[in-house]
């Protein structure tokens, strides 16, 4: 191949890879491989369900107690950035009153795992929709059960 038409190749390649060639950091990659809080939560107090633009779902569990959330997993079926985005929402929701979780943002997660490509940066916020989705439910929920009937 002559040099031209490797040049036109390799501009090619890097138009179609876009920002998908960006490095992850050693944390994203840790969580995406070794992910935790995975799993369902056994008669959850809440969840949250999304499917994200790019197809991944994610469902987010959590356990609260005297109104601060002691437990959170996630289930997904995302490629590994969403794995990192879902292990650490649940990280930083874990031991947050419900309206100190509401404050987190995609870019909470984005900070927390050192980055993410701009490739990957839905996947931050599938997980904040997914935890907010379970919040939104619990109020709801919370709202139903205070309810107080008067005749």
């Keep these: 191949m002559d040099k031209a038409a490797e040049e036109i190749f390799e501009q090619l390649e890097h138009y179609f890879m876009g920002e998908a060639s960006e490095p992850y950091s050693d944390k994203a990659l840790t969580l995406a491989y070794e992910p ?19 197809g991944d779902e994610m469902t987010i569990f959590l356990k609260v107690q005297n109104g601060k959330i002691y437990d959170a ?18 990280e930083l929701a874990k031991g947050k009153t419900i309206w100190e979780a509401k404050k987190i943002y995609p870019q909470s997660i984005v900070n927390y795992l050192g980055g993410l490509p701009v490739s990957h940066l839905h996947c931050a916020f599938l997980a904040v929709r997914a935890l907010r989705k379970a919040l939104d439910n619990l109020n709801s929920r919370e709202e139903i059960n205070n309810v107080s009937y008067s005749f």
């Excluded at 959850?44 to 999304?50: A, E």
Aim: charged letters at 15%; one cysteine or more; proline letters at 3%.
């Design 36 to 54: 935790i809080n995975v799993g369902e939560i056994e008669n959850p107090d809440t969840s949250g369900y999304v499917k994200g633009s790019c």
């Design 73 to 90: 997993k996630f289930l997904t079926d995302g490629c590994g950035a969403t794995l990192a985005c879902g292990s650490t929402v649940t």
